[in-house]
């Protein structure tokens, strides 16, 4: 069974850096894609970035020369490195993972807060 926890989320200034992380227990090699998505309060949820197996990769624009998704299979880890941060990007970042067989697991969530 695989399951996902993130961590990393704090207060940063606008311009300031954050690296999130999402470790991963269970089964890792069902997992196609992982996924970062964020959701801001009266805002829908959106994907932020994803990384395939194959290493493809792909982003939202208005996260695209800021944000770099990553993986570390030796610790199990997904990561989202955070650059030049904006007040806009405050939200509730999730990691989600697409398994084989279409099923989706999603982690708690961590707040991210960038001040002006």
């Known amino acids: 069974q695989v399951q996902l926890v993130e961590s990393g989320g704090g207060l940063v200034q606008a311009g300031g850096s954050l690296r999130l992380s999402c470790a991963v227990s269970g089964n890792i090699f069902s997992i196609n894609v992982m996924n970062w998505y964020r959701q801001a309060p009266g805002k829908q949820r959106e994907l932020v970035a994803l990384?395939?197996?194959?290493?493809?990769?792909n982003y939202a624009d208005s996260v695209k020369g800021r944000f770099t998704i990553s993986r570390d299979n030796d610790k199990n880890t997904a990561y989202l490195q955070m650059n030049s941060l904006k007040p806009e990007d405050t939200a509730v970042y999730y990691c989600?993972?697409?398994?084989?067989?279409?099923?989706?697991?999603w982690g708690q969530g961590t707040q991210v807060t960038v001040s002006s």
């Open positions: 990384l395939a197996t194959s290493g493809r990769t």
């Open positions: 989600k993972a697409d398994l084989s067989g279409g099923r989706q697991v």
